[in-house]
Structure formats: C-alpha cells, structure tokens
C-alpha cells in the first residue's frame, strides 16, 4: 500500500501544502515517524514536533499557523485526528481486503452453510450444520462446532475454539486463542467426596459489534444461555462463567473474571484483574476499579468501588490510606495508654 | 435429537400425564422453557411457573398435588432432579456419539498407537510414539506430542497442546486451548544480570477423571513429575506451575495459580483468582476464599483463609470490616487526645 | 536416547566409580530416581540418598567422600551440578534434532521465505511475505501472520498465533497458545454510549533470547510498536497491553499484567498476578511483590514493593500485620475511652 498527498488529500478532503507526489507506506506518531510515514498533529503539546519530524507527509488543522519551518509535506483538514483515525480504519481494511476465497486445506462439513464473500484459512474447520454469514472471515485453526452461526461482517482470527450450538452475532470481532462454549464448572458433590459432572447443555450468544481480546474464555450455560451483549468490548485473559449476563456497551479490562450466573449491567466499566462473585448483579453504569473483588450485588447505577472487598470509591481510598499509617496510629493508641495510666496514678 | 413422553418415561421409569406422544428437542428452565421443550419442577419455589410455562414435557416428583390447571405433558417419577439429570446426561452422550472414525486431513505419526472406536479430528496432530486410548475423542487443532499417553475415554477439544512425555490418564475431559507440560519457569541468574535457561526435563502425569477448563495451562517438572491427582476439577485460566501436586478431588476455581513446587492436599476448595507462592503445602479440606493470596504453608486440615497475606477467614473479615471503619477510628482516637489534653492541663 | 557412564563421563570429563558399561535413558532426582535414570549429588543436605538411591548412575563432586556402600556408578567431576545442567541441556537439544524439514501438510505462502534448516510441522500457518530464519521450528496449528519476521534458532511451540508485521527475535522460544500481535484494547466513546473502535496498526517486537510462556498474550501497539527487549523471561497467562515496553532482562511471573503505555525498566522482577496500570513507569530492579497492583510510577531504582495499591514492602508488610491486629486495637481504643469518661466523672 502506498498513497501520495494528493491522494490522501482527495480521500479525506483536504489541501496539500508542499510535494503533492510525495508517497507514504505507513503510519507512525509525529516524535518518532520516519522518511515513507505519515503522521498527524493534533494536540498542540505536540506542535514543537512538527519542525523536526522526519515523517514525509503530516496531516494538521487548516487553522494551524506555523511558527518554523517544516521539512514535512502537510495536509489541511478541518479535524485532523478524525481525518487520520479514518484514514487508519482504511488501511486496516485494505489489509484484509484480500482474504477471501475457501483455501484448499480448510476442512468444512458439507451440511456447513457458508455465506458470500467468505475467507476460510487453510485448518479451519467448520462443523456439521453451521452457518457462516456473509463476508466472515475465519483464520487458521479456527474450530468452529455443530450448530454454530456466524453473522455477517464477522472476523475470527487464528486458534479460537467455537463450541457446538453457540451463536456469534454480527461485525463481531474475536481475537486468536479464544475459547467459546467450554462447559461451564458444574459438579455435584458425591458422598464420598468427588465429584460429578453436571452437564452443561446450553450455549453462549454473542450480539452483534461485540469485540473479545486473546485467550479469553466464556463458558456455555448449563441451561439457556451465557449472553455476552451488543457492543460490549472484552480484553484478554477474561474468564466469564456460565450463565453469566455482560450488558450493552460495557467494556472489561484483561484478566477479570466474572463468576457464574452474575449479571453485568450496560455500560458498566470494569478493571483488569477484578473479580465479581457469583449469583450478583452489578447495576448499569458502575465503575469497579482494578483488582477489586465485588462480593455484594451492586443496586445503585453509577457507583464506584475499589479493593476486595469492593466498597466506595472515595471511602475505601481513604482507608487504604489510613492502613499505611497504622504503625503511626498504634504508637498514638500506645501513648495515651500510657498517659491515661498516668492520670489514673495521680488521682 | 427428538424424543416422545412416552420414551422418556420409559428412559427414566416415569409415568406420563398428558399426551404420549408430544415430542421435545432440547431443554429449558421452567421459567423460560418454550414449546419443544422439556423442563423439571424440583424445588417448590418455582411451582408456580408450572402453571404458565411453554414447555411441551415438564419432569416432576410423584407426590407433587396440582394446584391448577397445566398446559405441559407430564412425567412423574420418584425424583425429578436425578431424572432430569439422567437425561442431560444421555443427551450429552448422544451429541458426541457420532464423532469416530479418523479424518483425512488428521496427521498421525506411523510409530503412534492408537486405540478402538477412536475419534481424531482433521488438523489433530499426533507425534511419534504417542499412544491413544480406546474411546479417546480428539478434536481439530490438537497437538499431542512425542511418547505421551493418554487413557481411554478421554476427551481433548480444540487446539489443546500436550508436550511430549506427558501422561493423561482416563475419563478426562480436556477443555479448549488448554497447555499441558510447557516448560516450567525455570532460569538461573548470570553473573551479567541475564538469565540462563534451567531446562525442564520432567513431564506432567494428569490421573483419571480429572476436567481441566479452557486455556489453563500446566508446566512440566523440571525433573520428575508436576500432578494432577484424580478427580482434580480445574476451571479455566488457572496456571499450575512445575513440580506442583495437586491433590485428589481438589476444586479449583478460574484465574487461581499455585506456584512451583507446592503441594496442594486432597479435597481442598479454591477460589478464583487465588495465588499460592512456591515451596508450601495446603492441608486436606481447607478452603481458600476468591482472591487469597497464600504465603505460607497451612498445616491444619479444614482451615478457611481470606485475604492478602491469607489469614483465618472470620478473623479477616472482621479486619477488613474495621479497615473500612478506620476513618472513624482515626476520629476516636483524635478525640481521645484532646480530652486527655484537657484533663491534663486541668490537674 | 542411551548412554554408559563411560560415554556420560567422557561428555563431563569425569571419572568412572563402579560399572562403565550400565546405561541410563532418563533423569531423576536423586530422592525417586528408578533404574536406568542418571542422578546427581550437590547438596550435602541430600548425601544420605545417595546410599539408598536406585539410579544406575549419580553425578558426585569429585571430592566427595563415600560413608557406605553405594549401589549405582558414580561419575566423579570437579562440579556435580554443572555437569549435571550441561547433560540436561545436551538431552533437550538432542530431543528436537529430528524435528528438522517441511511436513507435507504445512501451509507455505509462495511469498514467504523460509531459512535453513527449518522445521515446519503439519498445520502450521505462514503467511505471505513471512521471514523466517535458519534453524528456526515451527510447530503444529501455529499461525504466522503477513510480514511476520522470525530470527534464527527460535523454537515456537504449538498453536502459538502471531499476527502480521510482529518482529520476533533469535533464539526466542515461545510456548504453546502464545498470542503476539492481537489488536491493543483501545476504544473511543461515542456519544450514544457504545464505543468505537480504535485502528491498532502497529506491531509488536520481540527481542533476542526471550522465552515466554504458555497462553501469554502481548497486544499490538497502536501506532509504533509494543516491546519486549533483549533476555525477557514471561511465565505463563501474562498480559502486555499495548505500546508498553518490558526493559532488558526483566522476569514476569505468571498471570501479571502491565497495563497500557507502561514502561517497564530492565532486571526489574514482577511477581505473580501483579497489575501494573497504564501510562507509568517502573524503575531498573524494581521488585514487585505477588498480587501487588502498582498504581503509580516508581522511579527509584531497587524499589521494593506489595500491596494494592502497591507500597514500600516493609512498610506494607508491618501494616498487613497491624490490620489483622485491628480487632485489638479497637478494644484498647473503646477501653481508652471508657477510662477517659471515668476521669472526667470523677474530676
């Protein structure tokens, strides 16, 4: 992929000011971009870079005044960060414009239902009765079980397991070494002290813009359900539980885990490494800090918690700040004793 | 998969209430199940969702005295929980019956043995000398390295790695994506402050009737063996570092990590996210709450820990109630300082 | 693979004690070595094993002086230990000599350019325009992107995924399900309250002799490169968000993660579970303690730390006693106050 200024300038509307033919290859932030890069700038903290960078063409504010020389060619546009996100998303589409077709050592069940304008990488196997969407693209080994549909525009990169029955929505994006619709953890105690398999015979449901990071895993329901919703946004090494409900447009941050049967509310923001029990609801629009372990259903929209386990924001702060000064507290409580002893003589 | 009132009676030694011949596919709690169906009323809480629920066929208890009309055919037997398990089960089964044979694209290496009514997938790729048990189901992906074996009627999903030398034993059922016998964390400091690899020669020995869930991985000894004992229960994401044992019907919850050399006893509860450091031992039966942080080694069998550092758990608790009232404290304790202060200055 | 003592002794330099022609096929600890292993004797804590053992043949100092009769072959060298650690690094290498050459059911761009040497397994993946280099193994069901570049000697084990333009190494080994190169969590709020998705069009770049471990994953940067220098060492299930760096040499135990955008300096060693937040900076040979969430920069170099959020260790230390002391001090406290309200009664 290679574009000069004019035509960077034509895609996001633009006035070129310097070598219209000047070509980029790639992109790169204006205090490190080299020779071939293009750049933008848009927070003026950064301005002092623009006089210096090597990048060859750098998109700017058309109200931008400049207050040196600039080696760079330069775009105008009106907002030059949405000009430049834009131009990102196109690149990254352009990237994968070229994976489609069935590669010859896929291996796909001749019940499987494939859609239009599919990409299915050599070891990915698709299973009996599955339904791939439209324009879905599936990576190498990529396992994709019985009964499984796929909406459309959906990406599923390298290694992700899809468990029989689960149903992934549309424009979703799975990254590579996810693991959907492993049996949830459900054992009954024997009387002797093992245990036994409690069948997990339900699913997982993904809606559709749902984004899920590396290695993360969610569990089939034992019955029904685990419901990951619209627009939700998961990072890596997340574990969800069975029967779980994540709520629209919430977004968890890696290595959270949430425990069986829990409801996450919408909007709802989640730090890395937090925990939430199990059988609890978490109401719509909570912040739970990182590595906060919540124990309690959360029932007031927008609260704040941090530490295990979870309480107020502010409240909890504060006592972690106080714990730091026990030692100085306990020499306090130690000194009145003393004092009090004295009292206690001279009376 | 499609079964009459009749058949299930027969199955489960019921006695059919309603239509013989209504038919069910799948399964649905009362409260949500829909036509197609089949339920079970066990706990009396849920008896009013009998007289409402879509299910075409709803398992109940013999003794159960309708207290209004019902739209769903039943089947009364002595004890609806098991029954419905029952079929859960036979259901679980039936799915994975038709999974046998050897696909085209699998890779097997010439020296492997392997055993009766076998299922190996395409894209499963098993090493030299590698042996297969009868029974043993083996899906896409899965890499099973040199001399390793593995017991009959184990089950191994997708894109699961089992380095060589390891050893699985039988009835095992091995989640998606999950690592067995990667090399232990091992390395040995230089004197230029890098580090020199300690290779990791041992294996990992995995005994019968353990579940392992998806992406947690398991290092090899770096001599010897690290353990897995029998009817061990490990939930997802869980790290089992070198040389560690991991006692007999141990529960394990997601995101926990025992680190090297420790020895977990029998019968003991984790938490998720729990982290165990290296080089101590856990007593039979205790339990270690979520997010525990264990640092040295409990020595009396059925303890219960909480906390960072663990420490006995009602004790614990109590502190972290006080550690949220340390404000107040804090203001007691200044109050106390004052009038002290005061009735030092009147003497 | 076999050896007598007298080739064993040949490789050591050491001298025979006892039969030269016994052999050994395997290592064991001295304590639960079997006939036909090869043991060894440093500690002198462990000498009484050495009258008992059941190896054919122990590695001893050379000054060591027998108090009993031994059964196994005894190779005497200057240094038992040493020894030891070069024959186990000898058997490793020699374990994958034979892994060397294209298996038929690898899938190979035309593009791609492949070194000497190579082993590359059935169901691995190289992309178009890859690089790899001389020695280099690739096992089954790994995934190498478009533009991936792999330096020599490096050993990736099954189903590792890496994802396009990532830049690893020489003499790098990555352990199984390792994910490199999956989009960085980066999302920008819509005023309907979903979220956007922000391009990650970086890489990520891993440097010389780094070993990671199993199920790790390493995101992508935004723009720029995430990295990971020269002589990392990652445990297993670790989390490096995008744009951070890991500085040279630095040791991550398992199932920690960094955060966004931070820096991480070099010899720094961070415990298990750890959580480092975005956007700081940790000093050369910081120590970070297990479970510790580091919330802020620490820019004095050999800091040592524990706690959420993470402080001085000893400090933190002596407050994590005085808070399980909290009951006690409230006592004393309520105490004070009662005495306090006697004296002022009786002045």
Redesign the interface.
Known sequence: MQFTASQLAQIIQGVVEGDENVSVQ????IE?AKSGQLSFLSNPKYEEYLYSTDASIVIVNSDLVLKDKVKATLVRVSDSYSAF?TL??L??KL?MSHHVGI?A?A?IHSSAKIGKDVFV???A?ISANAEIGDNVKI???V?IGENVKIGDGTVI???V?I??DCIIGKNV?L???I?IG??G?G?APNPD???A???Q?GNVVIED?V?I???T?I?RST??STFIRT?V?L???I?I?HNVEVG??T?I???A?V?GSSKVG??VMIG??V?V?GHIRIADFTKIN??S?VTKSITVPKSSVT???A?NFS??V???V??????D??K??EE??K??EL??N??
């Open positions: 790639s992109f790169g932030k490190e996100a990102l998303d690149y990254s990237r590669e050592k291996s990488a050599d070891f196997y990576y190498p080994g396992f990169n390298a290694n397991s468990y029989h994006i990254h590579a070494g693991v492993s049996d953890f054992f002290g093992s245990y398999k409690i069948p015979i813009n984004e990071g590396a290695n895993t569990d019955i029904g627009g946004k990072d890596n090494l574990q539980a629209e447009n977004v941050a890696a290595q885990g425990s919408k909007y890395g490494q925990g029990v990182a590595q372990g530490g295990t386990p309480y409240a909890m504060r006592s972690q106080l714990m730091r000064g026990l030692p507290m306990l306090r409580l009145l004793e004092e009090i009292l206690k001279k009376n």
